[in-house]
């Protein structure tokens, strides 16, 4: 919060000079206490969301880097005249406890190029596959490893 507090003081500003970082730090200091004595906030939340955003970032440059596979994939599969395209649709079971789990896992899938998520149901997804193989291990993904962890690491906070 402090960082985020820093930051909007720097944006509004639109000038970085030592001046305006020493009195945007006092500013986001004295905001910071004041969230934390009167909105029920604290240092542990803030190592938490600390932790969350360096998590999150790293999820968001691998869901990035699988959009770009994807992509290639995707066009050598439009450029090539010798491959037949098969559409498939995939059902499959994850593990994913909270909604916002289950949510980005579904939005992570139809990002990528070549997978549509049709239908989530509970636990449950439905997913249509421009071919066969862009369904070869989509239950056990890269981000489902990832958004797992995440929850894993939440609910650890959560007991604590």
């Known amino acids: 919060m402090f960082l985020l507090y820093f930051l909007l003081w720097i944006i509004f500003n639109g000038n970085f000079t030592l001046e305006i970082c020493l009195f945007g730090m006092v500013i986001a200091s004295t905001m910071f206490a004041f969230t934390c004595k009167f909105m029920d906030y604290s240092i542990e939340k803030e190592k938490r969301n600390m932790c969350r955003i360096f998590r999150f970032l790293k999820y968001i440059c691998v869901l990035v880097k699988e959009i770009v596979k994807a992509n290639l994939v995707v066009i050598h599969m439009i450029l090539s005249e010798k491959e037949e395209i098969e559409p498939a649709l995939v059902s499959f079971h994850s593990d994913m406890n909270t909604p916002a789990g289950k949510a980005f896992l579904a939005n992570a899938i139809t990002l990528t190029p070549g997978t549509i998520t049709v239908t989530l149901e509970e636990s449950d997804y439905t997913v249509h596959c421009l071919d066969e193989s862009l369904a070869v291990g989509i239950a056990d993904s890269v981000f489902v490893e990832m958004l797992s962890e995440l ?10």
């Open 151 to 160: 929850e894993e690491e939440d609910a650890k906070w959560e007991e604590e």
